[in-house]
Nanobody
Framework: QVQLVESGGGLVQAGGSLRLSCAAS????????MGWYRQAPGKQRELVAR???????NYSDSVKGRFTISRDNANNTVYLQMNSLKPEDTAVYYC??????????????????WGQGTQVTVSS
């Protein structure tokens, strides 16, 4: 099937930067959109940034101007460059692959997939 593996989380001081990576593996034919979501303790999971296969992006208002999402379609990898981090950015960050088409058992299948999450902690 499809697996998403995230990396790059960690502890950083306010004002610092981190870069998250997420690589999708499997017999992937195409991925419609890839994105990053986050969930802080006691809160719902929320969209941080999303990028389509054509390069269109959208960001949550809270990260506009500070975070940049990019994508390597050839390697099914998505990145999130996070600058000027704030304590309120502290959360588990999850990678998402939306409408992923892959090949298995002689057929093509489509589904949505999530990574296991990576912790980002910003200290004040």
């Amino acid at each position: 099937q499809v697996q998403l593996v995230e990396s790059g989380g960690g502890l950083v001081q306010a004002g610092g930067s981190l870069r998250l990576s997420c690589a999708a593996s499997g017999s992937i034919f195409s991925i419609n959109a890839m994105g990053w979501y986050r969930q802080a303790p006691g809160k719902q999971r929320e969209l941080v940034a999303r990028i389509t296969s054509g390069g269109s992006t959208n960001y949550s208002d809270s990260v506009k101007g500070r975070f940049t999402i990019s994508r390597d379609n050839a390697n099914n990898t998505v990145y999130l460059q996070m600058n000027s981090l704030k304590p309120e950015d502290t959360a588990v960050y999850y990678c998402n692959a939306d409408r992923t088409t892959y090949y298995r058992g002689g057929s093509y299948w489509t589904g949505d997939y999530w990574g296991q999450g990576t912790q980002v902690t910003v200290s004040s």
